[in-house]
């Protein structure tokens, strides 16, 4: 089982970045996979998940109308796109794999890919 990100970089505020997750070792539409984010000097949180089951969530009410995610299981990949970039959103962000969105089981993690907004 692996997952890798890409995608992220250097944006201004207000910019767009798409995140990538790749996943191989697994059939990714029996599972769930969400994002997660870590600033630093902050606990890791949960910005949004997609299951085939659940659809697309959003734990953050801060990134909801900003970040859309989305799933292509023919290249096993899912995807978060980041609009209005603000510089509160610089992290390192992971993606992992679920059972499900609202099961708190992540078993993979990702690398992580680092997303800094600053102009």
């Known amino acids: 089982v692996q997952l890798v990100e890409s995608g992220g970089g250097l944006v201004q505020p207000g910019g767009s970045l798409r995140l990538s997750c790749k996943a191989s070792?697994?059939?990714?539409?029996?599972?769930?996979i969400g994002w997660f984010r870590q600033a630093p000097g902050k606990e890791r949180e949960g910005v949004s998940c997609?299951?085939?089951?659940?659809?697309?969530?959003y734990w953050l009410d801060s990134v909801k109308g900003r970040f859309t995610i989305s799933r292509d299981d023919a290249k096993s990949t899912v995807y978060l796109q980041m609009r209005s970039l603000k510089p509160e959103d610089t992290a390192v962000y992971y993606c992992?794999?679920?059972?499900?969105?609202?099961?708190?089981?992540?078993?993979?993690w990702g690398q992580g890919t680092q997303v800094t907004v600053s102009s």
């Open positions: 997609i299951s085939s089951n659940e659809g697309g969530v």
């Open positions: 070792g697994f059939t990714l539409d029996y599972y769930g």
């Open positions: 992992a794999r679920k059972s499900r969105c609202r099961a708190d089981d992540d078993d993979h």
